[in-house]
């Protein structure tokens, strides 16, 4: 894939970080300066951070590995909805669902019956019901498909998440840190680049920036899945319908998996 050239990302905004006096310390290494109160990240950092996140991505999905992509910020939404559909990728695009990685086994439950209920309506078997019944039943669906319809297919807990905002998914970046779930984030100057194993430094606001970043973490993962599918030609399956072996659920969840 085609790495953008400095040029590109700042066309994109990529370099815009927050008001200085919201930075994180911890991000001090990629901010390049400061003019009129705001951050200014440093592109070139950026690019090898980049490279390295890209590699990353690519290798896992090389491994058959499962990327999920969250977002809760509005203006991300559709840009990480397109990007997932785009590689086959399970996505989280409205409010984090309270223990999807905590009490997995919990939500294959709501899983199974959202994919359920979903199958009924297509073979019209809901009209077995009462109306009343079926009523309830249709907006039970309408409310579950809003938040599920993106994650319906996990089987098991994804094996990385990728989270174009990481400062502002304070829920799901806890609940990935208490189970072992790798991250992998955009950081702005007011994130914590602790909570990820690789991260991205770049605006996480401005539209153009976040469609880029999303957009190259797509493409890894589709050639990840191109060469997946070359070494496993009998199996082919979309990493958001079936999974390789998982490491023990103790284990802490790297990126080096052997």
């Known amino acids: 894939m085609k790495i953008p050239s400095i040029l590109e990302m700042l066309q ?13 310390p911890k991000m001090e290494e990629y901010i390049f300066t400061e003019r009129n109160g705001v951050h200014v990240i440093d592109l070139e950092k950026t690019k090898l951070k980049l490279e390295e996140t890209l590699e990353a991505v690519r290798a896992l999905a090389a491994e058959g590995k499962e990327v999920l992509f969250i977002t809760t910020k509005v ?19 409205e409010r984090w669902v309270g223990g999807l990685l905590t009490n997995f086994d919990e939500m294959k439950k709501l899983f199974k019956k959202y994919n359920d209920i979903k199958e009924q309506k297509e073979n019209g ?47 799901a970046v806890m609940e990935a840190n208490k189970t072992g779930v790798p991250i992998i984030g955009i ?72």
């Not at 939404?77 to 990728?89: F, H, L, N, P, T």
């Not at 909570?195 to 996480?204: L, Q, R, S």
């Open 125 to 171: 078997e809901l009209e077995r019901y009462t109306k009343q019944e079926r009523s309830k039943i249709l907006k039970d669906l309408e409310k579950m498909e809003k938040t599920l319809v993106g994650l319906a297919h996990l089987e098991e807990m994804p094996d990385v998440l990728f989270v174009p905002a990481l400062q502002r998914e304070k829920t």
């Open 75 to 93: 203006q991300a939404r559709e840009i990480v909805k397109e990007a997932a559909i785009s590689c086959d990728s399970p996505y989280l695009v």
């Open 12 to 24: 994109a905004g990529v370099h815009f970080g927050h008001q200085s006096s919201r930075w994180h």
């Open 187 to 258: 950081c702005d100057t007011n994130s914590n680049p602790d909570k990820a194993e690789y991260i991205i430094p770049a605006n996480d606001d401005a539209v153009n920036s976040i469609r880029m970043m999303v957009n190259l973490i797509a493409e890894a993962v589709k050639e990840g899945k191109e060469e997946y599918n070359k070494k496993n030609p009998t199996i082919k399956v979309p990493v958001s319908l079936k999974k390789a072996e998982r490491p023990p659920e103790k284990q802490k969840r790297g990126l080096d998996w052997t």
